[in-house]
């Protein structure tokens, strides 16, 4: 059998890591109804168990959320493959911003899809952990930062997308002045328990908000950590 060099199977035995186990998650998704297939196919390539704590290793292709430590969790794959759908909905953006890098994974998974992916982290440590998993994926095209994602990327301003994966109480007004002309927002908001995906389209100086369903993600602070 040949195995790519993003596949470690001696490591975890069992194939609990091989390209057959990532396509049995692919397959779920497509039964929860996700059809994009671009974003099938990305997630298909992804070693989503390089972006969890080797104990948990063997759980990496069930479509769920796992802890990544420091109270925070890599996203439940289903969530992350509908956000992702959502985003490219209108074509592929040059480039996108997401605050929230956590795992890393979110962000592995677009670099697959969109040339630059600009992640954004306030816990360094976590960072730290996904720019490892992104060099050991062989991700070349995302560019990090330790700092409040609230405040955005000025510098790279303005996106055509952007994708908040932490939830606030209230839009982030940067956030939204940072997003192109023509481009979308999509973010969680709310508290805990009472959460809705939103999405935010631009036209000129005019929001309109499309709420897509109920979800579940971990507050989004300010400040850095
Ligand atoms: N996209 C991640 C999800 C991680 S959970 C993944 O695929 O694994 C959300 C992350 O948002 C956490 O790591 C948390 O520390 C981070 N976060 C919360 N508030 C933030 C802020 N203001 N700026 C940047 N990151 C933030």
């Not at 040339?115 to 998993?133: G, N, T």
């Amino acid at each position: 059998m040949r195995t790519s060099s993003l596949e470690y199977p001696s490591i975890h035995g069992q194939g609990m890591t091989s390209q057959r186990t990532r396509d049995k998650l692919v397959l779920r998704l497509r039964e929860k109804g996700i059809t994009d297939e671009r974003v099938l196919e990305a997630i298909g390539k992804v070693p989503r168990h390089l972006f969890v704590d080797e104990a948990l290793a063997s759980r990496a292709y069930e479509d769920t959320a796992l802890p990544i430590g420091l109270g925070q969790t890599i996203s439940q794959p289903y969530i992350v493959a509908l956000m992702t759908a959502q985003l490219l909905r209108n074509g592929i953006p040059e480039k996108v911003l997401e605050v929230g890098t956590g795992s890393g994974y979110q962000a592995a998974v677009l670099s697959h899809l969109v040339p630059q992916v600009f992640s954004v982290e306030r816990i360094d440590k976590l960072l730290r952990q996904a720019r490892r998993c992104f060099h050991r994926a062989g991700l070349r095209n995302i560019y990090t930062r330790h700092a409040d994602g609230r405040l955005g990327w000025p510098s790279q301003a303005p996106f055509p997308a952007i994708i908040l994966t932490a939830a606030g109480t209230q839009l982030e007004e940067l956030l939204l002045e940072q997003l192109a002309d023509g481009g979308s927002l999509i973010a969680p908001l709310g508290t805990a328990g009472a959460q809705r995906l939103v999405e935010y389209t631009r036209s000129g100086d005019v929001f309109e908000r499309k709420d897509l369903c109920d979800v579940s993600f971990v507050p989004l602070l300010s400040g850095l950590d």
